[in-house]
């Protein structure tokens, strides 16, 4: 699912490399004639401007050149700024302005409180993201990428083994009906790095916190046929068509004057899947995911698709953006996934859409924010993004369940916070943590 947040665009930053040579002295070509040797000469004299006597019968003494030692290499010390220093990326790969690792994140251990969320989700989005690694991972590069958390030693491969220990924990502990030990912070501490995640914006560096803000999906009247008042269409790509040409053709506005439509000029190249008013229509290209309730009584989700290659527009209002997303029906909360087929499937409560560029896919975030005094812990995954997260590395955006009513909506996450503390775990190596029998859960005698 893809997300479109207005956030204050950054500039790109010009990188700049700079080249060291280092110059050769070659030694000067010994003499052929013989020549006394009064005085010798030093063998870095130039021969050409010495007056040499030539003597036929006079043996003359071998000189040994002596060897000139290579110049020595410069010892290289990198300063403070380039320790750490992350490259950050935008949509287009392009670089857009450096970070400061050490200033994002650091070492930390949670707080010794009950980490809350729905267990049964949880497993459903984290299966479906560790099966997305698994059969995409060679044919998709923004898999492949460590991104920030690479400058902390974290490799791809941690993040494959943290979604595994935490799929097959969480599925023994629903078997064997007892505790979820991913909720116990004792437990976490012992098998997971704890990363602290500082909030980084260039324009408003003062904020640490992660802005946590919300999405939802929503529910809105449609139509199967175009009406007066549902006239703005959601369509899907053909398989017999030529769907590279068709998909990167036209713009939103292109979309919105009926082109695929009996009157328009690309009638039949596309299948209509429903029709709503413009509102109904943002907001599926907002969220990615709707639920249509037609007008004949029955309802169904769609899921954005493949969108037509023209990036999100920070600044720019939702109706001027010019891309367009084409949709597919789908019986469940999709998200990130190269198509509709392999994405992610999605569960309110556990989800995080953030930057998996820089940030990255599979990442597991625990927020902690206080109650009363108390620290509350939450835990979720990131398994999607949008265009208003790349880049971003002070955001996260929660799926909080599907509605019928932005009133309803509004309501509901009055009771969220804004801005959080944030934690990314990723599961300890066998030498740096206690061996765990994970089917008792106790410290192994081994």
Same mark, same amino acid.
């Given at each position: 699912m893809k997300y479109f947040r207005l956030i204050i665009g950054i500039g790109s930053i010009a990188l700049t490399a700079c080249n060291r040579t280092i110059a050769t002295t070659s030694l000067p070509t010994a003499p052929t004639a013989v020549i006394t040797p009064v005085p010798v000469m030093s063998p870095s004299l130039d021969v050409s401007t010495t007056t040499a006597t030539i003597l036929p019968t006079v043996a003359i003494p071998t000189i040994a050149i002596p060897t000139v030692a290579p110049l020595p290499q410069p010892i290289v010390t990198p300063s403070p700024a380039q320790i750490g220093d992350y490259l950050v990326i935008d949509e287009l790969k392009r670089p857009q302005f450096m970070a400061q690792s050490r200033d994002i994140l650091k070492a930390a251990s949670l707080p010794d409180t009950k980490v809350n969320f729905n267990a049964t989700d949880l497993l459903v989005v984290l299966k479906s993201t560790r099966k997305y690694f698994r059969d995409r991972l060679d044919r998709d590069p923004d898999l492949q990428r460590e991104g920030i958390l690479g400058t902390q030693g974290v490799k791809v491969s941690d993040i494959l083994k943290t979604l595994d220990f935490m799929v097959l924990t969480i599925q023994q502990d629903i078997t064997a009906k007892r505790a979820i030990r991913l909720q116990d912070p004792q437990f976490l501490n012992t098998h997971f790095r704890a990363i602290q995640w500082t909030a980084f914006n260039p324009t408003a560096t003062e904020e640490k916190r992660i802005r946590m803000t919300k999405y939802a999906v929503f529910t809105h009247p449609g139509s199967r046929t175009p009406t007066t008042e549902f006239n703005?269409? $959601?369509? @899907?790509?053909?398989?017999? &068509?030529?769907?590279?040409?068709? +998909?990167?053709?036209?713009? *939103?506005?292109?979309?919105?004057? /009926?082109?695929? =439509?009996? =009157?328009?000029?690309?009638?039949?190249?596309?299948?209509? $899947? @429903?029709? $709503?008013?413009?509102?109904? $229509? =943002?907001? @599926?290209?907002?969220?990615?995911?709707?639920? %249509?309730?037609?007008?004949?009584? *029955? &309802?169904?989700?769609?899921? %954005?698709? +493949?969108? /037509? /290659?023209?990036?999100?527009?920070?600044?720019?209002?939702?109706? =001027?953006?010019?891309?367009?997303?084409?949709? *597919?029906?789908?019986?469940a909360i999709k998200g990130f996934g190269q198509t509709i087929e392999t994405k992610i499937s999605l569960k309110p409560g556990v989800t995080f859409a953030g930057d998996v560029l820089n940030i990255g896919l599979g990442r597991i975030v625990v927020t902690e924010n206080a109650i009363a005094g108390k620290p509350q812990l939450r835990m979720g995954i990131i398994a999607d993004t949008g265009g208003a997260f790349l880049p971003n590395l002070h955001q996260l955006d929660f799926l909080t369940g599907v509605f019928d009513t932005k009133e309803d909506f509004n309501a509901h996450i009055r009771k969220l916070p804004e801005y959080t503390k944030a934690y990314i775990l990723v599961k300890r190596s066998p030498r740096s943590s206690t061996a765990t029998n994970l089917s008792s859960g106790r410290p192994s005698q081994n």
């Open positions: 703005a269409g $959601l369509y @899907a790509l053909k398989p017999d &068509s030529d769907i590279e040409a068709i +998909r990167l053709k036209y713009t *939103k506005q292109d979309v919105l004057t /009926n082109i695929y =439509e009996p =009157e328009g000029k690309e009638f039949g190249n596309v299948e209509p $899947l @429903a029709y $709503l008013d413009r509102e109904g $229509l =943002e907001s @599926a290209l907002m969220q990615g995911t709707i639920l %249509v309730k037609f007008t004949d009584g *029955k &309802s169904a989700f769609f899921n %954005v698709d +493949r969108h /037509n /290659n023209i990036p999100y527009v920070k600044g720019l209002t939702p109706t =001027e953006q010019k891309r367009y997303w084409y949709f *597919k029906p789908v019986t």
